[in-house]
């Protein structure tokens, strides 16, 4: 596994910050926020590389860095520490060919866009550069991520919003569980926190605008003094491989997918649902595909956003299916501290139920002082809470109305 | 070494992250520095901006060595 989030660059430099209470919800200094309403993001901490700062130079060569959107190096430094991790680094034509990419994004090169857009307008087209295309492109992180490591199964790339991560996880382990791939290279990479997204995202309402001062208090989902997201950045990817092939060759394995679900609301752009049926029915799908029941699962990490209307109603999904299996269920979202990381949220969040199995601990729900609703369900304020975490669920939810879950399971 | 021999330099080393030794009269783009056809589009367009030049295509098709770069400028450039 492989993760670059805005508490740390590496899985155990994030998770353990994460399990800390620590936030990574800053004020913006480096572009221009005077005319947006939201001044503040969860930036990837830059630094030479070492005490889980992220250094760029090491992962990618700095002029082939010139040519890329940052989600592409996100994407590079997650998926090497990932393969890293798995110890999977073929060399054999068959071993490349049985080995696929399927790393996606939400939005892509947007800030490589702006900066083109303006060049073409001040400069013309001869100055736009023979790179922009090809570095902008959301399926270039995985093409980038093959042509270093060598991976020649399916390349491929989704592109479900904030349901990205998800979705290429969950569609990576089918093209293994359908043969098309031993060992799949999954994930998510996002780096827009640039004026337009900046300035997008607060036109369609969905930042968080009254915490500019005290940015670790942005991100709360289910309090009641939520009042939008904050943008996060950074990328998730895991090694995901068939059964056997990881056991015969003794690899790492954190945890086993077991399912999968997907479904569509068929109502808004932005909105979710109100009655929360697109939650619903996917994570039902998920836990149909597990064979399992609500009461398996112990640990639920959420979409939970922090805005409105979405936190409530996955709430309300969620407690409409599980029933009365919700008394044991705890539930967090991990928004609250990394903020929301767009196309690659799923994936890091993926990588957090499996942690969470790994060491029997729930992460925190940070900023939650007031819940809005009233639940029997653990929502793991402020602290991390250790617990039996066998079986976890993750939900995805995006623009467009599109949904993502899965279910992980320790294996024995 | 002329002026206009210096910018090249500069600009080969600055987009091709080659060591500055190896940019020699007679190195290929391609064969020498490791530049691929995206890399010669976007060398030929920094020339143009450093030197505030117009490259058409069919004169940028020749352009293949440092050499061949540098005496091009120099002709085409007060």
Known sequence: MGLVTPLGCGVEATWRNLLDGKNGARKIEDFDVSDIPCKIAARVPRGDGSDGTYNPDQWMEPKEQRK???????????????????????????DQAASGVLVGSGIGGLYGIEQAAIILK???????????????????????????????????????????????IG??????????????????????????????????????????????????????????F???EGAGIVVLEEYEHAKARGAKIYAEIIGYGLSGD????????????????????????????????????AHGTSTPLGDEIELGALTRLFGNAVGKLSMSSTKSAIGHLLGAAGAVEAVFCALAIRDNVAPPTLNLDNPSVTTEIDLV????????????????????????????RRVD | MSDIAERVKKIVVEHLGVEPEKVTENASFIDDLGADSLDTVELVMAFEEEFGVEIPDDAAETILTVGDAVRFLEKNTE
């Open chain 1, 230 to 232: 904050v943008m996060g």
């Open chain 1, 171 to 228: 569609d990576a382990s089918r093209l293994i569980a359908l043969g098309d791939a031993d060992v799949m290279v999954a994930g998510g990479a996002e780096a827009s926190v640039c004026r337009i997204a900046m300035a997008g995202f607060s036109a369609c309402r969905a930042l968080s605008t009254g915490f500019n001062d005290e940015p670790e208090r942005a991100s709360r989902p289910y309090d009641r003094d939520r009042d939008g």
């Open chain 1, 68 to 94: 890329v959107d940052e989600f592409i190096v996100y994407a590079m430094a997650a998926a090497e520490q990932a393969l890293d991790d798995a110890d999977w680094h073929p060399t054999s034509y068959e």
């Open chain 1, 122 to 168: 001040e400069k013309g087209a001869r100055r736009v550069s023979p790179f922009f295309i090809p570095g902008r492109l959301i399926n270039l992180a995985s093409g980038y991520i093959s042509i270093r490591h060598g991976l020649k199964g399916p390349n491929h790339a989704v592109v479900t919003a904030c349901s990205t991560g998800a979705h290429a």
């Open chain 1, 381 to 408: 304020p402020h602290k991390a809470r250790e617990r039996e975490i066998n079986v976890a669920l993750s939900n995805s939810f995006g623009f467009g109305g599109t949904n993502a879950s899965l279910v992980m």
């Open chain 1, 266 to 301: 068929a109502y808004h752009i932005t909105a979710p649902s109100e009655d929360g049926d697109g939650a619903y029915r996917c994570m039902k799908a998920a836990m149909t595909r597990a064979g399992i029941d609500p009461s398996d699962i112990d640990y639920v990490n």
